[in-house]
């Protein structure tokens, strides 16, 4: 376990500020069993690279994850649902050890997005398996996009599943098939 410091997501704070309602875009409840939420300043958000991570709070049982922005918050801070001052480690997420990795799918004739949950590392990168040099882009609500104009192909519509790699944080590649599907599915 490793304390950080306040100008790194260190040493958060409570601040009384309004929130974007759960900028994760994690469906609602999807962690409320497990752990409080935790809302992070927007310079740390990483456009949404932080969804997910989870925090101990000193003095405080339980664990925190991140699942939304607090637009006022200062690089370092975070905010908490009560009124309290606390210093934060991170931590693996326990969930983790027991879940198996998801994702579910928005999809368009031009655009197909994915979220995923429960991966052992963050995504940083994926790509299309049959043409690597085709990558996803991340938005700023926890989704990958592509643009099926993005694709040099004469089809239409998508084919699914689409074979896509996914690197994760830690370097480790993994390769999947995603399906159109609004309901979260295992991903491997």
Not at 76 to 101: N, T, V
């Amino acid at each position: 376990m490793k304390i950080l410091s306040f100008f790194s997501l260190g040493i958060g704070g409570y601040a009384a500020m309004p929130l974007i309602q759960n900028a994760c875009h994690f469906p609602a409840g999807l962690y409320d069993d497990i752990y409080f939420a935790l809302n992070i300043s927007p310079v740390d958000w990483e456009n949404g690279a932080k969804c997910g991570h989870c925090f101990k709070v000193k003095d405080k049982q339980g664990v925190g994850i991140i699942t939304n922005i607090c637009p006022d918050c200062e690089k370092g801070q975070m905010s908490f649902a009560d009124d309290r001052y606390s210093q934060i480690y991170e931590i693996p997420c326990p969930h983790l050890s027991q879940q198996k990795p998801k994702y579910r799918t928005q999809c368009s004739d031009e655009v197909l997005r994915v979220q995923f949950v429960d991966t052992p590392r963050p995504v940083t990168n994926i790509v299309l398996s049959e043409n690597p040099d085709i990558e996803f882009r991340k938005t700023w609500d926890n989704f990958w996009m592509i643009r099926h104009s993005d694709i040099p192909s004469t089809e239409s519509i998508w084919q699914f599943p689409v074979g896509i790699t996914c690197v994760l944080a830690s370097g480790e590649m993994r390769h999947a098939n995603i399906e159109l599907t609004t309901k979260y599915k295992e991903l491997w």
